[in-house]
């Protein structure tokens, strides 16, 4: 159990965030979220929280999650970073208004909160746990700008851990195929070794994980979790 400890959760009111968030509630963790619909402020009371209705893309929407966890609790233990969706389009024709906003959607969506936690972190260590996608090794002309930009994530990921892990910060992303947060699909489902769609449930327990002592000495990873999906060597 992880009694007295805090965990922030962006992009937090539905889907996989949400479920990270209950996830890391039941596990002991004090949760304060972020949404943009209002939503993460509504599953914040109900697991004992604190929650802010912004976005990810906003600085100073960030800043204000992150002052409001350290005025009720004083600490910042781990940090999980969700999305929302960006642009998809034939590859050449993504505007460059669309090539931004995906950058804003699936990289500079940890960037801006890592750099306000990290100082936070630096006295006691803690885990950044991103959700990335199966895609980003493995593009899919389906998800261009997040297969591209969350490839760049994993180079983040990297630097950010040469850079941060003597202070016991770690930094892992985690890799979901279809995730039955999504709408179903037959083809898709029976594209995948296992031949079902990953749970939410199973995303927020890697996470779980990942923000565990367990995973003390695990940093710098993309873990796939995706049914068989994808697949390296």
């Known amino acids: 159990m992880a009694a007295g400890k805090v965990a922030l959760v962006t992009a937090g009111g539905s889907g996989m965030g949400a479920g990270a968030a209950r996830r890391l509630a039941a596990d002991g963790f004090h949760v304060a979220i972020l949404s943009s619909s209002g939503k993460g402020e509504a599953l914040a009371a109900e697991l004992g929280g604190c929650g802010v209705t912004g976005s990810n893309q906003s600085n100073d929407d960030l800043k204000r999650l992150v002052d409001a966890a350290m005025a009720k609790w004083g600490r910042i233990d781990v940090l999980v970073n969700s999305a929302g969706h960006g642009p998809r389009a034939p590859i050449t024709e993504i505007t460059d208004e669309q090539w931004h906003a995906g950058l804003d959607t699936y990289l500079l969506n940890v960037i801006r909160p890592t750099r306000l936690v990290t100082p936070l972190m630096q006295a006691k260590g803690g885990a950044i746990i991103n959700i990335s996608t199966a895609w980003a090794f493995e593009p899919s002309a389906m998800f261009p700008t997040s297969a591209v930009f969350r ?15 003597a202070d016991n910060i770690r930094m892992n992303n985690v890799l979901p195929g279809w995730i039955d947060s999504l709408p179903q699909q037959d083809a898709r489902r029976d594209s995948v070794p296992m031949k079902r769609y990953g749970k939410v449930e199973e995303i927020a327990a890697t996470i779980s994980f990942l923000a565990s002592d367990g995973a003390a000495y695990i940093t710098g990873q993309n873990i796939r979790v995706d049914g068989g999906l994808t697949r390296s060597v």
């Open 151 to 165: 490839a760049g994530l994993a180079a983040f990921t990297k630097i950010f851990t040469d850079a941060y892990a």
